[in-house]
C-alpha cells in the first residue's frame, strides 16, 4: 500500500491557518479595489491557469560530474506519477505531466492514461530523445539525429519521433516537442547550410505524422552538447524552420535556452506577434542552462514574460494558447519541494500580470513617460499577491502552504520506505 497525503491532513492543517488566510484575502481585496481590481475576478482566472511537470524533474538531477542520489526518489514511471500526483494534490497548479521518450516508455498507453486519470492526471506535450543512444540501436546519435549526414541515422530519429506521436496520441497528449543536440563542436565539422536542410527534411517527415489536431513544438537551445555551432540554437533558427514546415509547428521558449542577459520577454512579444509562441519550459538560470528552480534568480523577467502573454491574451491574439510547463534539475532540493514552488512561483508571476493597469500603461506609453510605464509595472510586480495564491488553492481544496504541510506529511520517509535504492550510490533514476 503505498502512502497518500489524506484529504484529512490537508483540511487539518488548512483549518490551522485558514483565520490568517481568510484576514490577509480580505485587506488585499481591500487594497486591489482601491485600484480599480476585483481580486475575486482575478482569482478565477489564477484557478484556470496550470502548468505541466516535467516526469524527469522529479528524480534528483546530478551534473556530468556526479549525481546525488536523494531517498524515495521514483524508481519507475508509476512512482513519477504518484509525486506528480501529490505535487497537484497539494498545489492544485500543475494538473499535467509531460511525458520523455523512451525514458517514459509505457508498455501500455491505454493503461498508462487510465491510471494517470485516477491520479487526476492528463498530459501536456510528449518529448522526444534523439540525444542520446538506446541500448542495441542500430546506428548512433553521436553526431547528430535529425540532421545527421547518413540517411539511416536520420531515418531512426524520423522513426523515433513518430513512434512518440502515437504514444502521445493514446495518451490525449496535445504536441510533440522536439528538441535535438545536433551542431558542431569544431569550426568546419559541420556545413551550417546542408545540416539545416537536413533537419527540415526529417522534421517535414514527423510533420506530417501529425494528427489533425496536434502541434509539433521546436525548442531551441544556445548549446551544449554541440560548442561551437547548434543546429536550432536559437529563435530565428526555430522560427525559420517553423514557418518553412507550416502552422502546425511552432516555438517553444526554454528559458535556460538563451545568452545571459537576452531579453526573452522580447522574444516572446515576437513570437505572439507571429503566431508562432508553442510554448515554455519554465526554469531560471544564471549562467546557462542551469535548469535552476523557476523565479529563484530572476523572478522579475519571469513576470515580464507573462506582462507580455497577458497582454497578447487581453488582446484577443487570434490561438493565443501557449503550453506552460516546467523543465528543471533539482540536484540539492527535494525535487517535490522545488516543483510546487517553482509552479506557484510561475502562478505568482502569471497573476501579478494580471494586476497591471494596461489602460494607465498604454496612457503612460504613449505619452513617453519612460518612468510612469516602468512604475505601472513596478507596482504589480512588488504586489505580494501570497494570499491570493493560497485562497485559489483553498477553494480548489490544495494546501493553504503546500511547503510546510508536505514537510509535515511525512511523505519523502515513507517513500524511502517503499522505494528502497536498488544497489550503489544512487537510486535507478528511468
Ligand atoms: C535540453 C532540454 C530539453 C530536453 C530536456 C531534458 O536541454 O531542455 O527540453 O528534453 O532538457
Ligand atoms: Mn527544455
Ligand atoms: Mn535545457
Avoid at 209 to 229: C, G, N, T
Avoid at 236 to 248: D, I, M, Q, V, W
Avoid at 318 to 344: K, R
Wanted: glycine residues 8%; hydrophobic residues 40%; charged residues 20%.
Amino acid at each position: 500500500m503505498s502512502f497518500r497525503i489524506s484529504a484529512d491532513a490537508i483540511g487539518t492543517d488548512n483549518a490551522r491557518r485558514l483565520a490568517f488566510l481568510e484576514d490577509d484575502y480580505a485587506a488585499l481585496k481591500r487594497q486591489m479595489a482601491r485600484r480599480g481590481i476585483d481580486l475575486d475576478a482575478i482569482a478565477d482566472q489564477v484557478a484556470a491557469f496550470g502548468v505541466a511537470l516535467p516526469s524527469w524533474g522529479v528524480g534528483t538531477g546530478g551534473t556530468r560530474f556526479a549525481r546525488f542520489a536523494g531517498s524515495g526518489e521514483p524508481r519507475g514511471l508509476d512512482d513519477k506519477l504518484e509525486d506528480c500526483a501529490t505535487i497537484h494534490q497539494l498545489t492544485r497548479a500543475t494538473p499535467t505531466v509531460s511525458l520523455h521518450f523512451p525514458w517514459d516508455k509505457p508498455s501500455d498507453a491505454t493503461a498508462l492514461k487510465a491510471q494517470a486519470a485516477s491520479l487526476g492526471l492528463g498530459f501536456d506535450a510528449v518529448n522526444s530523445n534523439t540525444f542520446q543512444d538506446q541500448p542495441g540501436q542500430p546506428v548512433s546519435y553521436k553526431f547528430g539525429s535529425l540532421s545527421h549526414p547518413d540517411k539511416a541515422v536520420r531515418d531512426l530519429a524520423v522513426a523515433h519521433n513518430i513512434d512518440c506521436i502515437r504514444l502521445g496520441e493514446t495518451l490525449g497528449a496535445p504536441a510533440l516537442t522536439v528538441w535535438v543536440g545536433d551542431g558542431a563542436n569544431f569550426p568546419g565539422q559541420q556545413n551550417f547550410t546542408a545540416a539545416f536542410d537536413r533537419y527540415l527534411d526529417s522534421m517535414a517527415q514527423i510533420y506530417a505524422a501529425l494528427p489533425q489536431d496536434w502541434s509539433v513544438f521546436i525548442e531551441h537551445k544556445l548549446f551544449e552538447p554541440a560548442f561551437y555551432a547548434t543546429v536550432i540554437a536559437d529563435w530565428g533558427s526555430s522560427y525559420l524552420a517553423a514557418t518553412e514546415l507550416g502552422p502546425k509547428a511552432k516555438c517553444l521558449v526554454d528559458l535556460g535556452h538563451h545568452a545571459p542577459n537576452t531579453n526573452i520577454e522580447m522574444i516572446v512579444a515576437r513570437l505572439v506577434r507571429f503566431g508562432k509562441l508553442a510554448g515554455f519550459h519554465f526554469n531560471d538560470s544564471k549562467y546557462g542552462d542551469d535548469d535552476l528552480d523557476s523565479g529563484s534568480i530572476n523572478p522579475f523577467q519571469l513576470f515580464l514574460i507573462f506582462n507580455e502573454l497577458v497582454d497578447a491574451a487581453q488582446r484577443g491574439t487570434p490561438g493565443f494558447a501557449p503550453a506552460y510547463m516546467l523543465d528543471q534539475s533539482h540536484n540539492v532540493t527535494d525535487p517535490i519541494e522545488s516543483l510546487m514552488n517553482s509552479a506557484m512561483e510561475v502562478q505568482r508571476r502569471y497573476a501579478q500580470a494580471l494586476l497591471i493597469d494596461r489602460a494607465a500603461l498604454t496612457e503612460a506609453q504613449t505619452a513617453c513617460d519612460a518612468l510612469g510605464a516602468h512604475n505601472i509595472l513596478k507596482q504589480a510586480f512588488n504586489t505580494d499577491v501570497s494570499p491570493l495564491l493560497a485562497e485559489v488553492r483553498h477553494r480548489a481544496g490544495g494546501a493553504i502552504d503546500p511547503l510546510a504541510l508536505y514537510r509535515a506529511s511525512g511523505y519523502r520517509a515513507a517513500k524511502a520506505q517503499e522505494r528502497p535504492p536498488r544497489g550503489g550510490s544512487s537510486a535507478g533514476i528511468v
